[in-house]
């Protein structure tokens, strides 16, 4: 029997970046670290992912502590949640990172050729809860 | 409560849809109309104004533009490469796009004006982008792309959805193209059929042609020497032993007549056979000739006709021999067949880089015009009299023009009328 859905398809407008994500993270002695991501990979309605690049900080962080939180934003159902999660893996190949890839490198179709647009990794977490932010 | 009803009615909607769409899609045409008919029914069903349909080459290494729709550019035929743009990515790794938000997603790599890095038509405000592969059974068969210039036009459950079509529409595709092949093949054997027709109906002409040769012109020697034949009788009966010996030289001159036209009879029927065996070889192009210039010495002779040839070192050609005998033969006997008495035939050879150029030339009668240029056409062709009546059946130059054509030659044919013509025959050395 399979969990109960905790992303359901109001939220999956809210990862696709419109308004910015906002995650954040927290190393081992307590210090937070807070990024803007421009998209969120919906996975499955308990898991999500985010690409590795630039993300240095952040990385760090979930190697020490694996929760995280990111905040999304659903413009057009003029919502917000809180999606409390915790770092699974990051993943350098498969169908998530080939899908995330290809659509890193479709979007240089629109951007100068002189960018670096390899996909460092996948970074798949698992939905722990969803809280409405009202 | 509200929701699921809803729901209910979009998926009913949807089957309706694609019920109508499978109708739609299994109608016959060729594979242009089917693919613009796609495109239309996509924009008239769900709204997809600006798309494009792609097929893979057969190699699978690049991508055709064959249908658009809502872009202003007529851009058909128009390749990327497998990996190259979105749809070239959609290609490679057969997987779906979905692109939203590209404007905002640019902005976090760059602040530089937007750039199309691919040469396929595209919005200049394009926010949302699907392409979706078009599989049917696990082959790439067309890649779908669609965009918008609103944010985040195409949902996941239109995509999903959208996929559900695609096969469809692959199948459609396919159908499409099976006809088209079909539409090739019929046409390509309908073409050689024609062609076989007309070879056919060449052949059947010249065969027509040259039993009439046979029929009219081997009856002549063949009569002559039924004639002199019951002179011979005649004569024996009555004694008349001078008038016997004067027959000796007419029987000679029926045979070889009738002699020559068998040789040219089987030489013609060989090459048109194809059982012709060309054996190219060095040839000492003076002995050949001097072994023609002694067969028909004293042809020439009997018409008081000069024969002027070159010298013996004249060079060597590399052909088969039988052909170049026949070739000799025939041109030598023409130009004398041609030439009237006391006149005078010229065999001159000349060497360039890679060829010989052997030519007869005669002070005869010449050739007009119009007749030249049908002088090795066996279509509409009539043997003429020579000079002293000679006979032939007219397929001479035929057969020369034949077995030049199997050495790999060149003839080259130039006449006045009352001044003389000039046949040469130009070989590999």
Not at chain 1, 21 to 50: E, K, M
Not at chain 2, 86 to 108: D, E, H, M, T, W
Not at chain 2, 238 to 251: M, W, Y
Not at chain 2, 290 to 298: H, S, T, V
Request: aromatic letters at 6%; hydrophobic letters at 40%; one cysteine or more.
């Amino acid at each position: 029997m399979s969990a109960k859905p905790l992303i359901t398809p109001e939220m999956i407008s809210g990862m696709q970046g419109f308004v910015p994500s906002v995650l954040a993270t927290c190393s081992a002695n307590g210090v937070s670290n807070i990024t803007y991501i421009s998209q969120i990979f919906y996975v499955d309605d308990q898991h999500i992912a985010f690409s590795a690049q630039l993300l240095n900080k952040t990385w760090q962080n979930l190697e020490e502590n694996r929760l995280a939180t990111a905040m999304i934003t659903a413009a057009d159902f003029s919502q917000m949640w809180k999606l409390h999660l915790e770092f699974i893996e990051q993943q350098t190949s498969g169908e998530l990172f080939d899908d995330m890839d290809m659509q890193l490198q479709a979007i240089a179709a629109y951007i100068p050729s002189n960018i670096n647009f390899k996909l460092t990794g996948a970074m798949l977490c698992r939905v722990i809860d969803v809280e409405l932010v009202v | 409560m509200q929701s699921a009803e809803h729901e209910l009615i979009a998926l009913q909607n949807r089957n309706e849809l694609i019920r109508l769409l499978s109708i739609e899609f299994s109608k016959p045409a060729n594979l242009q109309e089917k693919l613009q008919r796609m495109l239309q029914l996509l924009d008239e069903n769900f709204g997809l104004c600006h798309t494009l349909l792609l097929l893979p080459d057969e190699r699978h290494e690049q991508l055709t533009l064959y249908a658009s729709r809502g872009y202003t550019d007529k851009t058909t035929g128009i390749s990327v490469k497998f990996g190259e743009g979105p749809a070239g990515l959609v290609a490679a790794k057969k997987r779906k796009l979905r692109l939203v938000n590209i404007s905002r997603k640019r902005s976090y790599f760059t602040h530089e004006p937007a750039v199309v890095n691919n040469p396929l038509p595209s919005l200049p405000n394009v926010e949302s982008l699907v392409v979706l592969p078009i599989i049917s059974g696990n082959e790439l068969v067309a890649v779908l792309s669609a965009e918008s210039e609103k944010l985040d036009f195409f949902k996941p459950e239109d995509e999903d959805f959208l996929m559900t079509l695609s096969q469809l529409i692959g199948l459609s595709i396919q159908n499409s193209l099976i006809i088209d092949q079909l539409e090739q093949k019929v046409r390509q054997r309908t073409e050689a059929l024609e062609e076989q027709k007309q070879a056919l109906q060449q052949a059947n002409a010249s065969k027509d042609r040259l039993f009439a040769i046979i029929g009219h012109d081997l009856r002549s020697p063949a009569a002559s020497l039924q004639n002199v034949g019951e002179l011979i009788d005649f004569y024996q009966r009555k004694g008349d032993n001078d008038r016997l010996f004067e027959l000796g030289g007419k029987i000679v001159k029926a045979a070889r007549n009738m002699n020559s036209i068998l040789d040219n009879l089987l030489s013609w029927s060989i090459t048109q056979t194809g059982d012709i065996t060309i054996s190219p070889e060095p040839l000492d192009i003076y002995q050949l000739l001097e072994e023609i210039l002694d067969n028909y010495a004293d042809i020439a002779q009997s018409k008081n006709i000069t024969l002027l040839f070159p010298p013996a070192d004249s060079g060597k050609v590399f052909t088969d021999r039988n052909s170049l005998l026949a070739i000799f033969r025939n041109l030598l006997s023409n130009a004398i067949k041609f030439t009237r008495p006391g006149g005078e035939i010229r065999i001159t050879v000349s060497t360039e880089d890679k060829t010989v150029l052997i030519t007869f030339c005669d002070n005869g009668v010449g050739i007009p015009p119009e007749k030249l240029a049908e002088l090795f056409s066996i279509r509409d062709r009539k043997s003429t009299a020579g000079t002293s009546r000679e006979k032939g059946i007219g397929i001479g130059l035929i057969i020369v023009d034949e077995l030049v054509r199997l050495n790999n030659g060149k003839l080259i044919a130039e006449s006045e009328v009352g001044v003389g013509t000039k046949i040469g025959v130009r070989l590999i050395r």
